[in-house]
Every structure is written in structure tokens, then in C-alpha cells.
């Protein structure tokens, strides 16, 4: 059987049934026992660590235990209110508990002059701090059946209501482990686990799922981290080494289409910084070697026109283009914007996405085989074996880290050569770093935005004081501008990341009556037709200010849009908050970001809130990110950066990063095709991380 009882479908493994194994899938994308195994939990809690109650936090969204006495209860309030409430009292002062459900049940349980260990959430509640249905148990009981580290799993409210709540994941994973843990295959050779001090891979698992100590959380999380990065490399370098054997196409001549662009249609002076760029990609295009090259620049940089002009160089010297985005309304936007900028110039620009219409796919195809087509603009619907180019000599990525290692290879294989690759990224990252996740890729940076554009004004406001603020987007609007409100997407919840954005267009349609004001909302829950067509209307105008969870991260080009408001800022990473800003100061108007928070700050989110104020680079904000995700929690918080990584921290674990790459460098020297007998755990590897990582590897 060997490795393949990771391969059966979850609904074999006890306790999960027909319904479970939907939810399962669904809601987490487990479909296989494999699949559970990786689902790690996303912290843990010391069930070894008392606080006093003096100690206790509020509002810290977190997990502790208490040791204290009751010393009252009572039941009081009417109907839903309805609750039993407790005093439990220690040396250092008083909490209450509170329960709502099953009144009687806990009335019999909890006894006065008592002794319990209490676990829970503490929340301030007007001036007392409180925890809502905490688990309670007797001291003696609560000491002998203990595990030390409680794993905590990230679940939603439709798996809540089948039982899969962070604890019911806990038995599932329990149950998989007790069956399978022999059958866990290793991936990385004895000799590299000594050299690095690696704890094998079952018990990584095993420990990751149900820690005996921190330690086995400390041995587990390096273990896996390492994994993560570690098969990365190796496949990345691999893909490298391929490549680099290659030749790339020469493309020496500066042609007709470039200079007219230059000299006739581009509206402004290219900055130092694009101009630097663009002779940098002319060397590439001069050496006879393949371009591998990152292009980062901050939003609103620049990135877009100087690919088109080094794309023009490309259809000069005859060959085609393709620029490729992570989503069909970024795609359709950049498809729009370059035949604008165009104009009148001979060249053909098309565009391909997964709703474009048979009929019309046909014709396109057809087109960019025969060559006719010379740019050819789409998601990555392009990467798909059916479209095939006469002969594609430059492909431009939009918004690298949608896209992986494998859909960049299949790309390259659209041509006899490897064509040029150009990935624009807007996600600032120091430049060693850059270097190690993107293996050898050649770095270029616009460091510099376009001259007389106005710096973006951020300023940070208490939800109290709407007043001030409505005055302020009343004016705004008043003048013309439009408005973005940015609502956090709430973790454990979708139902609450919903009703938090309906809430809040509720609240923005009553200060913002028809006809006067024009307000509407995007969210997870609509069709992408019906995205699209708001996204329309907000550009055409039609629209002063639209609600959104996230989903306008990304590229959204609206000039007129001045103001970027974002509720619960505290809850938005560093990076995403700047990611946020660049949707506004796109034009010469002057534009804003405000920032709102409730009253109480954590020290970070302080920290994040006032570089938002006081900086618009994002270098530097990236920075401050990398320093603030230093030791964050036990184990990893999810990643919200630019590869979804389970537990690696690309911010704090650059030395493991290093690492991997050095290690994997130098197996690959000594064994380019992994076939030693001691490697054969690498290929295993490297399937996995294959099939797992479906974000970095494969077509999203
Ligand atoms: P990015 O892709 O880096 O976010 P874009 O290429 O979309 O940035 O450029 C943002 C805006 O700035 C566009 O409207 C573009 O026409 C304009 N722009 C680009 N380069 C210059 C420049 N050198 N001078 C003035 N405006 C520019
Ligand atoms: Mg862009």
C-alpha cells in the first residue's frame, strides 16, 4: 500500500460521513486524507499557562485560562437575554461568566465556594471583563485530562453547524493519524535531516496536529517550514537550469512601432526610473539569452506603459507578445487601456479570457497562430495547450504572485525558444528576498513615481468620529470624486465578513440617501457578471461610493476614485493596507486614505496604522512589515503575503529560506536529475509539492 492510503477519499476515514465529507471539501478543500494531514492548525493554546485575573487581557481574540473560585451566580435578563451569570473570583480580582444556552445544565455544574479552571475568550463587556460560554471544569479533572497545547483550526460557520469546529477537525486529524502515521512517506534524505536537524516527517505531522510540548511545536513548524520553501527551490532551479541551457530570441532592432509610440502617442515624459528599466530589458533582448525578469515597482509606478513600450520592441523585431493577469476584470482592463493608449497604430491587440464567446475564441486562436495577432492580452485561460503562437517571443506577467513556477514553464513552452519573461509585481519586497522566491530571476525596480502626481494624504480616524468624516466625503463627492470602502474579510467567518459589509452599506445608504447619492457594494456572494457590471458603473461614474471586501486589491484603474476609505483598518496587514491605497492617486487630483479604527489599538496595529500616516513607500512600508511579522504567535498565523505559504513566514524566516535554496543548489550540482539512491526521497518531494501547493504550482 505504501504511500497510496493518502491518496483515499476523506469519506473513508471514521467520523466522517456523506455530509461532513461535502463541508470538508467545500468549505477547506480537503478531499483526501492527505489533504487533512496538511491542514494545520493556525495557533495553539497553552493549556499549561494560567493568568491571574488582574493579568487577564480584553478583547485579545485569543484563548486563556483561569484558575479561580466562584463565589455568586445568577440568572437574570428576559427572553434572548435570558442568561446565567458568575462571579469567579481569584486573589487578584473578579470575572464574570456567562452562558446562554443550556441555563439549567450549567446552573447544576457550576457550584458556589468552588474551585474550576475556566477556558475561553475574555471580551470587556461596559466595564467587567467576561467570557462567554467558557469551558469549566473542576480543578482535580482539568489536570489529569489535559493535553498541554490545544490545537486551534481555522473552520466557518457552515462547518460549525456539522461539527466541525476547531475541535471536531481535532478528532478527524486524531482519528487519520491513528490510522496512517507508518504509511507517512519521508521526503527529505537522512543526510540532509542530520545535516539541518531536521525531525523526520511523521512526526512533524504528528506534532504539528498534537504537540506534547513547545518544543515538538518549535521541531514540527521548522520541519514543515522548511518543506514548504525547500521543494519550491528545488523545482524552481530545476525549471532554471532548463532554461538557462537555452538560448533566448535576439531582439536588437528599435522599430517603427516603438518610436511612434514613443514620440507620437505617449502623453507624458517616461520617468528616470522607466527609462532605466527599459535599457535594461534592451540588453536582455541584445544578449542572446532568455529574460527572466522581476519588475517591481509601487502601484501607480508605471509598470504597465513601460511593458508596452518593451513589448513594441518585441513586435518590432517580429514576434508576438502576451500579457497575462490574475483576473478576467484586470485583463479586460489592461486590454481596453493598451488599445487606448495605441490609438490609431497598426497593431493587433486581442483579448482572451475563460467567458470569452466560442465563436469569437475560434477566430482568436486561429489569428495567433497564423501570427496575425500581436498582442495577445488574457488570464490564464492563455496558458491552456490550445493556444498556440506563430512565434511568441515575450511574455508579461501582471501581478506575480497569482501565478506559479509550473504556468510560467507552460508558457515558455509555447515556442521553440523560451520566450523573454517579464513579471510585474506591485508587492514590494527588499531585494535578497526577491533573489531567493524567485530563484535567479533579474531584479528591475521603478523607484520613482511620475512627476506632479500628488502624494496620497492618509489620515487615521476613531469610528466616533463619523461626523467629521461624512462631512469630509460629503464635500468630496460634492466635487465630483469618488469613493472606495474597504471592509476586512473576517477569518473564521464569511457570515460575518457579509453581514459586517451589509451592515455597514446599510449605515452608508441612510447617510447617503437616493437620489442624491449613489452607493453600492461588491461582494463574495455575487456572480462575476454581476462584479463586473458594478465595477462598470463605478467607472463610468455612475456610482460615488462603492463597498467591497477585498476584492478590489487588485490593479482596479479608476482615476476619478480619490478617496480610499478602510473600516477596521487594524485589522488589515501592513502590506495590504498599502496595497489598498494605490487604488487612489492614480490622477492629478489630490486623494485620500482614510484609516478607521475602534478606540482600542494593539501596540502592531498602532505601529501599522501610523506608517501608513507617514509614509507612502512602499519600500519602507515593506520594511516595517517584515520587521513586525518577526516572532509573531507559536505557529503560523496564515500568510497573507504574496505566496501562500501554510506555516512559512517569508518575513521572519529568511534564514530558512537561505537555507533551502543554498541546500537545493547543491544537491542539484551533484545530482541534476535526483536519481542517487539516497535522493529518491526528494522525488516524492517534489510530487507532493506539486500536487499541494495549489497556489504556487499550479493553475489557479
Ligand atoms: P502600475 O501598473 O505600475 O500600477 P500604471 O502603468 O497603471 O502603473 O500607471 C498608472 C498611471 O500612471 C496610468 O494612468 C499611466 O498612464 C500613468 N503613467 C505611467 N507612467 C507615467 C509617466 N511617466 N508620467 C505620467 N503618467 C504616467
Ligand atoms: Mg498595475
Known amino acids: 500500500m505504501g504511500a497510496t492510503i493518502l491518496n483515499n477519499d476523506i469519506t473513508y476515514l471514521n467520523g466522517v460521513g456523506e455530509k461532513k465529507a461535502r463541508i470538508l471539501q467545500e468549505e477547506f478543500n480537503i478531499k483526501t486524507f492527505d489533504d487533512l494531514l496538511n491542514y494545520y492548525p493556525y495557533r495553539y493554546v497553552d493549556k499549561s499557562k494560567f493568568y491571574r485575573i488582574s493579568e487577564v487581557p480584553a478583547n485579545i481574540n485569543t484563548y486563556i485560562q483561569i484558575k479561580g473560585v466562584i463565589t455568586d451566580k445568577q440568572i437574570i435578563g428576559e427572553n434572548r437575554a435570558r442568561r446565567l451569570v458568575a462571579k469567579l473570583q481569584d486573589n487578584t480580582g473578579v470575572i464574570h461568566l456567562t452562558w446562554f444556552n443550556n441555563i439549567k445544565y450549567f446552573n447544576e455544574i457550576v457550584q458556589i465556594n468552588t474551585s474550576y479552571v475556566v477556558f475561553g475568550k475574555p471580551t470587556l463587556f461596559n466595564t467587567t471583563i467576561n467570557i462567554t460560554h467558557p469551558e469549566i471544569s473542576t480543578e482535580e479533572k482539568s489536570t489529569s485530562s489535559q493535553v498541554p497545547f490545544l490545537p486551534m483550526y481555522n473552520s466557518s460557520d457552515k462547518a460549525k453547524r456539522t461539527g466541525l469546529d476547531s475541535r471536531g477537525i481535532s478528532k478527524l486529524c486524531y482519528n487519520l493519524l491513528s490510522l496512517c502515521k507508518q504509511q507517512i512517506p519521508e521526503t527529505i534524505p537522512l543526510y540532509i535531516q542530520q545535516k539541518l536537524q531536521l525531525i523526520d516527517r511523521a512526526s512533524a505531522l504528528q506534532y504539528i496536529h498534537f504537540p506534547r510540548s513547545a518544543k515538538d511545536i518549535e521541531q514540527a513548524t521548522r520541519r514543515l517550514k522548511f518543506e514548504e520553501v525547500f521543494f519550491m527551490q528545488l523545482i524552481m532551479q530545476r525549471l532554471q537550469q532548463m532554461s538557462q541551457r537555452s538560448n533566448g530570441y535576439m531582439m536588437p532592432k528599435v522599430g517603427e512601432n516603438f518610436n511612434t509610440f514613443y514620440h507620437h502617442h505617449l502623453a507624458f515624459a517616461l520617468t528616470n526610473a522607466q527609462k532605466k528599466v527599459i535599457k535594461e530589458i534592451r540588453s536582455d533582448f541584445l544578449s542572446g539569452k532568455q529574460m527572466n525578469r522581476l519588475l517591481q515597482g509601487d502601484v501607480g509606478s508605471g509598470k504597465t506603459i513601460t511593458a508596452l513600450l518593451v513589448m513594441l520592441l518585441a513586435i518590432d523585431n517580429g514576434y508576438q507578445c502576451c500579457l497575462m493577469a490574475p483576473t478576467e476584470i484586470l485583463a479586460q482592463q489592461h486590454y481596453f487601456n493598451i488599445r487606448k493608449m495605441l490609438g490609431d497604430m497598426d497593431i493587433n491587440v486581442q483579448l482572451l479570457t475563460g467567458s470569452t464567446k466560442l465563436s469569437e475564441r475560434k477566430i482568436i486562436l486561429s489569428d495567433t497562430q497564423k501570427g496575425k495577432t500581436n498582442i495577445l492580452i488574457g488570464t490564464h485561460a492563455l496558458c491552456e495547450d490550445n493556444v498556440l503562437f506563430k512565434h511568441l517571443g515575450l511574455v508579461v506577467i501582471d501581478e506575480q504572485h497569482r501565478f506559479g513556477v509550473e504556468q510560467r514553464a507552460k508558457l515558455w513552452r509555447k515556442s521553440l525558444i523560451p520566450p523573454h519573461v517579464l513579471v510585474m509585481t506591485a508587492t514590494p519586497i527588499p531585494r535578497t528576498l526577491a533573489m531567493t522566491l524567485y530563484g535567479d530571476l533579474d531584479v528591475s525596480v521603478i523607484d520613482e513615481l511620475p512627476k506632479g502626481r500628488k502624494p496620497i494624504q492618509t489620515m487615521h480616524f476613531y469610528r466616533s468620529q463619523s461626523n467629521t468624516i461624512n462631512q469630509f466625503l460629503r464635500k468630496e463627492i460634492a466635487a465630483g470624486r469618488q469613493v472606495y470602502v474597504v471592509f476586512p474579510l473576517i477569518q473564521e467567518s464569511e457570515k460575518l465578513t457579509l453581514s459586517n459589509l451589509m451592515d455597514g452599506y446599510e449605515r452608508f445608504k441612510q447617510s447617503y440617501p437616493e437620489p442624491q447619492y449613489h452607493v453600492s457594494c461588491l461582494h463574495g456572494k455575487m456572480s462575476g457578471e454581476e462584479k463586473d457590471a458594478e465595477m462598470q458603473k463605478f467607472k463610468e461614474g455612475k456610482i460615488d461610493i462603492l463597498l467591497a471586501t477585498t476584492v478590489i486589491e487588485v490593479g482596479i484603474d479608476v482615476s476619478n476614485a480619490t478617496i480610499m476609505v478602510i ?69 503560523g498565523t496564515r500568510q497573507s503575503g504574496m505566496i501562500n505559504f501554510k506555516l512559512l513566514n517569508i518575513a521572519a524566516d529568511e534564514r530558512i529560506i537561505s537555507t533551502a535554496r543554498d541546500i537545493s543548489r547543491s544537491i542539484l550540482q551533484d545530482d541534476p536529475t535526483l536519481s542517487r539512491p539516497e535522493n529518491a526521497p526528494l522525488k516524492i518531494g517534489v510530487a507532493l509539492a506539486q500536487k499541494n501547493s495549489n497556489n504556487y504550482f499550479q493553475i489557479g
Open 567 to 635: 473600516e477596521n483598518a487594524e485589522r488589515f496587514g501592513l502590506s495590504q493596507l498599502h496595497q489598498l491605497r494605490g487604488r487612489v492617486g492614480r490622477g492629478n487630483e489630490q486623494s485620500y486614505c482614510l484609516l478607521l479604527t475602534d478606540a482600542a489599538l494593539s501596540q502592531d496595529a498602532k505601529i501599522r496604522i501610523k506608517a501608513m500616516v507617514d509614509t507612502n513607500d512602499g519600500f519602507e512600508i515593506a520594511n516595517v512589515d517584515l520587521k513586525l511579522r518577526g516572532p509573531g504567535e507559536i505557529a
